[in-house]
């Protein structure tokens, strides 16, 4: 893969309405035709600050999330969450639909269940869902009622969005269930995903499992007991790894050095990052970056 290397912080792309058709939250559009891409948006990492989903019956394009390279696949759903970082490599004729949409407007559903969803929620990381006939006609069906409705625009249009979309995400949630694996509404899992929901958000500044007890008013012991249990790994694993994560992307796709990388994930000393980087990577930051690029290069 040629590689085109952002020598500043990875761009963190807005959402975007649609002209005077759409509205400042949600957005969808029905691809039946080549997109004509700039070249300019080919081979620059960046993340969105919105979730994206691609409705792909037919046709193939490259695209990488995070460190992973995916060839789109006819009769496949692709999605992607804010925080993950996106690269567009190569795109060809594509026929589907593409929506997206923002936390805003998630959160004018006044149950909140949306937030909750599997397919919203994302624990397993996932990115694709295989559909057989008769989801990809469900599905399409779906699409179609809204991509009418967004257009219309007619009286309590939000509400009939808001309403249709409950019905995709729940639909396409059971799949992410049979895919990657149910999950227990228990009080229990709450704990762990409101903790992975508060490291997202803090990782940069709070290291320490107490800094996240005190954030959900649990004791430390408590919250360590209930994270390992739910999710098999100890609660300072998690920091850890979404450090490491952060650490990856930024040494793939920037150019900023070792020490800079350092200070941005809330570290003060860039020596004792590289020891951490290399306790749980098994290479240094250097020797990742010069490995990950020379492997995709």
Not at 67 to 88: A, D, E, I
Not at 139 to 150: A, F, P, S
Not at 182 to 188: A, D, K, M, V
Not at 259 to 271: H, P, R, V
Request: charged share 20%.
């Amino acid at each position: 893969m040629m590689h085109s290397y952002a020598d500043t912080i990875i761009p963190n792309y807005a959402f975007e309405p649609e002209g005077t058709v759409g509205n400042a939250m949600f957005r969808i559009n029905r691809n039946d035709c080549i997109v004509n891409y700039r070249k300019s948006d080919f081979l620059v990492p960046h993340r969105k600050n919105y979730y994206f989903m691609a409705f792909v019956k037919a046709g193939s394009s490259r695209h990488w999330i995070d460190m992973k390279p995916y060839v789109t696949q006819p009769n496949t759903f692709y999605f992607t969450v804010p925080s993950q970082v996106n690269l567009k490599e190569e795109s060809n004729p594509m026929n589907g639909a593409v929506l997206t949409f923002t936390d805003d407007f998630l959160a004018t559903d006044q149950s909140g269940s949306l937030k909750q969803l599997p397919i919203i929620q994302n624990l397993h990381n996932g990115h694709e869902l295989v559909l057989n006939p008769a989801d990809v006609s469900y599905i399409d069906d779906v699409l179609e009622k809204l991509i009418v409705e967004y257009n219309t625009r007619s009286y309590m249009q939000h509400h009939m969005l808001l309403a249709q979309m409950n019905v995709l995400l729940i639909y396409l949630s059971r799949l992410y269930v049979q895919q990657f694996g149910t999950q227990q509404p228990s009080q229990e899992r709450q704990v762990l995903k409101n903790y992975l929901s508060k490291i997202d958000k803090h990782y940069t500044k709070k290291h320490e499992v107490a800094d996240y007890a005190s954030l959900l008013n649990l004791s430390a012991g408590h919250l360590s007991e209930v994270v390992k249990e739910q999710s098999g790994k100890s609660a300072i694993t998690h920091i850890h790894d979404r450090l490491v994560l952060e650490a990856r992307r930024l040494l793939f796709h920037t150019d900023y050095s070792v020490k800079e990388i350092a200070f941005q994930l809330g570290f003060e000393d860039a020596s004792y990052f590289n020891r951490f980087f290399k306790r749980l990577v098994q290479h240094t930051p250097v020797d990742y970056r010069t490995s990950i690029r020379k492997m995709y290069h």
